[in-house]
């Protein structure tokens, strides 16, 4: 069963850091895109981070030079490192894979991605 199971969320202090995972099941890691994104209440979702599957990444302007994104192939899980939060971090974060991650996450071309985790909340307080 292809499937992504997301954990690392929480509640944190503005300028505080926390690391998402996204563990893979059902498949390989160098098989498909990973993107991450986030939804805000009251906000669409958007595309903030992807890794490809030959180790390039991309970061959205709102968190370039604040998160990083990496992968652990004999873990087969996907990691999302997020430092000096933001209150205006605040949302639902969903890691996602697919044949072309990268077109969604940059262009919002959701068709490329095949599996969605279930999300993990992370609330920053001022």
């Known amino acids: 069963q292809v499937q992504l199971v997301e954990s690392g969320g929480g509640l944190v202090q503005a300028g505080g850091s926390l690391t998402l995972s996204c563990v893979a099941s059902?498949?390989?890691?160098?098989?498909?895109?990973f993107g991450w994104f986030r939804q805000a209440p009251g906000k669409e979702r958007e595309g903030i981070s992807c890794?490809?599957?030959?180790?390039?990444?991309y970061y959205d302007d709102s968190v370039k030079g604040r998160f990083t994104v990496s992968k652990d192939i004999a873990k087969n899980t996907v990691y999302l490192q997020m430092t000096n939060l933001k209150p205006e971090d605040t949302a639902v974060y969903y890691c996602?894979?697919?044949?072309?991650?990268?077109?969604?996450?940059?262009?919002?071309?959701?068709?490329?991605?095949?599996?969605w985790g279930q999300g993990t909340p992370v609330n920053v307080s001022s």
């Open positions: 996602a894979a697919g044949f072309d991650a990268w077109g969604a996450v940059i262009g919002g071309l959701l068709g490329g991605i095949e599996v």
């Open positions: 059902g498949f390989t890691l160098n098989t498909k895109g």
């Open positions: 890794i490809h599957t030959n180790d390039a990444t």
